[in-house]
């Protein structure tokens, strides 16, 4: 997938901030700019167009590799390509990364439903909070000189992604159409 994509063989680091590019993604980048490892950053900002811009200018001021995208119809692609994924949690977005085995890294998420979803990723192994955007940068470096703890969560995403689900639906569906 990183190949197809023209992205350099390195770890990858996705952040997402949702639909509207909410959250502090121009923080959580300075920060991870900070650390020592080489990796490369992707981020998709949705559909706010003046953070996309803001942080294509940064881009090209950060000692690393990193793409920008807005609003963009092949996440799924750009999550099979990441090795970390650093968003807030909603039902969608932490649906599709447990889907490619792609550990969480969760920040400020909103009461209610991102919360809950926080908990069950976290209790299950898939995930990890940060009280704060500041604190991304030494779980990102944690994860990274510990592969053995990135491969924990990501066995945990896939165990928690009920791999052939849809499938299942499906034959549930025709047989109740098929009576």
């Known amino acids: 997938v990183r190949e197809r994509l023209k992205l350099e063989d390195l770890p990858t680091i996705l952040v997402m ?5 909410l959250g502090p993604m121009e923080r ?3 920060y991870l700019n900070l650390l020592p490892q080489l990796f490369q950053i992707i981020v998709v900002t949705g559909k ?4 996309q811009r803001k942080l294509e200018r940064l881009a090209r001021q950060i000692k ?13 692609e750009l999550m099979q390509a990441a090795d970390i994924l650093i968003s807030k949690p909603g039902g969608l977005t932490a649906s ?3 889907c490619c085995g792609l550990p969480m890294i969760i920040v400020n998420p909103i009461p209610g439903q991102e919360e809950r979803n926080s908990r069950y990723l976290i209790n299950h192994g898939a995930a990890i909070m940060v009280p704060h955007e500041s604190e991304v940068d030494d779980v ?5 000189r510990k592969p053995e703890i990135l491969l ?3 066995e945990s995403a896939i165990r928690l992604s009920k791999q052939g689900a849809a499938v299942r639906a499906g ?3 025709m047989d109740l159409l098929g009576d």
């Open 140 to 144: 990102v470096n944690k994860l990274l």
């Open 171 to 173: 034959e549930i569906i």
């Open 64 to 76: 690393r590799p990193m793409r920008v995208y807005g609003y963009t119809h092949n996440v799924s």
């Open 17 to 21: 901030g949702g639909n509207h590019g």
């Open 96 to 98: 599709e990364s447990l």
């Open 152 to 154: 924990e969560m990501q």
């Open 28 to 30: 959580i980048i300075t």
């Open 48 to 51: 706010n167009i003046s953070l």
